[in-house]
C-alpha cells in the first residue's frame, strides 16, 4: 500500500519520492546503467588477465589488472548508492532530516542531520547555472534553474535539489512547479514555510485571486515581484 501511495517528482539527477511519514530524494532509474557498465567492463578486464595471461606481456596485463581493480570497485559502490542510496532523507517519525554520503558512502552514511525544530523555512530560489567555456555547440535556448534549499535556524543554508528547464514559456512553469511540489511536501513533512525567492511575475490578477495558476515567465520578461502570499507560500523579493 505504501509503494502505490508514493509520488514521484522528478528534479534534476534525482527524484523525490514522497510517502507516507517519509521523503526520499534518491538518485534517478537511469543513473544505475553507467555503474552497470563500469562493472561489466570491470569483471570483463579480469576474466581477460585470467584467460589470456600466457599470451599478453606482462605490461599490459598489468594495466588491464590496475584498471580492473580501480573500475569494479568505485562501478559497484555506483550500483549500489543507484539501488538503495539516497542524498536526502526526510522522517516525520524520527523528526529530523538527514543529507547522507554520495557515492563513496554507499548513500547511507549521514554527512548531516537537521532536527524539524531547528528547520527556519524551506526556499526555492534561483539556482545559478554559471557560463563554463565550451568548444561545442550551445543549445538555442537558454537554461532556468532553480534550488531548493533548506534554511536552518542558524542561517546555514542545505541544498536539497535542482530543478533545470528551459527558459521557454512553454517549459518554465512546469519547472517550476516540480520544485515547488517538491519543497512543498517538504515543508508539510517538517511542517514548516515554504518561501519563494526566486524571481517570479508580478502578477496583479495572482495576487487578487489566490486560487490562480502559478504562473513563472522568462528571466529576461520577468518584472520586480513585491512581497505577496498565497496558498501559505511566501514570496520574497532578494532585489
Request: one cysteine or more.
Amino acid at each position: 500500500m505504501a509503494s502505490e501511495a508514493a509520488r514521484r517528482i522528478p528534479l534534476d539527477r534525482r527524484v523525490c519520492i514522497v510517502r507516507e511519514g517519509r521523503i526520499d530524494l534518491r538518485p534517478e532509474r537511469g543513473a544505475v546503467v553507467l555503474p552497470l557498465i563500469g562493472l561489466a567492463i570491470g569483471l570483463a578486464l579480469f576474466g581477460a588477465v585470467a584467460l589470456f595471461a600466457d599470451s599478453l606481456s606482462t605490461t599490459l596485463l598489468a594495466i588491464m589488472l590496475i584498471a580492473g581493480l580501480l573500475l569494479a570497485p568505485l562501478s559497484a559502490m555506483g550500483v549500489i548508492y543507484s539501488i538503495i542510496g539516497a542524498a536526502v532523507v526526510v522522517e516525520r517519525q524520527k523528526q529530523s532530516v538527514r543529507f547522507q554520503q554520495g557515492v563513496l558512502g554507499l548513500g547511507l552514511g549521514t554527512v548531516e542531520l537537521v532536527p524539524f525544530w531547528k528547520i527556519e523555512r524551506i526556499e526555492v530560489d534561483d539556482f545559478a547555472l554559471g557560463d563554463a567555456p565550451s568548444h561545442l555547440p550551445r543549445p538555442a535556448f537558454d537554461l532556468r534553474a532553480w534550488d531548493i534549499v533548506l534554511v536552518k535556524t542558524s542561517g546555514k543554508r542545505l541544498p536539497i535539489g535542482q530543478v533545470i528547464s528551459a527558459n521557454r514559456e512553454d517549459l518554465i512553469d512546469e519547472g517550476f512547479n516540480r520544485s515547488l511540489d517538491a519543497a512543498e511536501a517538504i515543508g508539510a513533512m517538517t511542517e514548516k514555510p515554504v518561501v519563494i525567492t526566486a524571481a517570479v511575475e508580478d502578477s496583479p490578477t495572482a495576487e487578487s485571486e489566490p486560487s490562480a495558476e502559478r504562473g513563472f515567465k522568462p528571466r529576461s520578461e520577468a518584472s520586480e515581484s513585491q512581497p505577496v502570499e498565497s496558498k501559505g507560500i511566501q514570496f520574497r523579493d532578494n532585489g
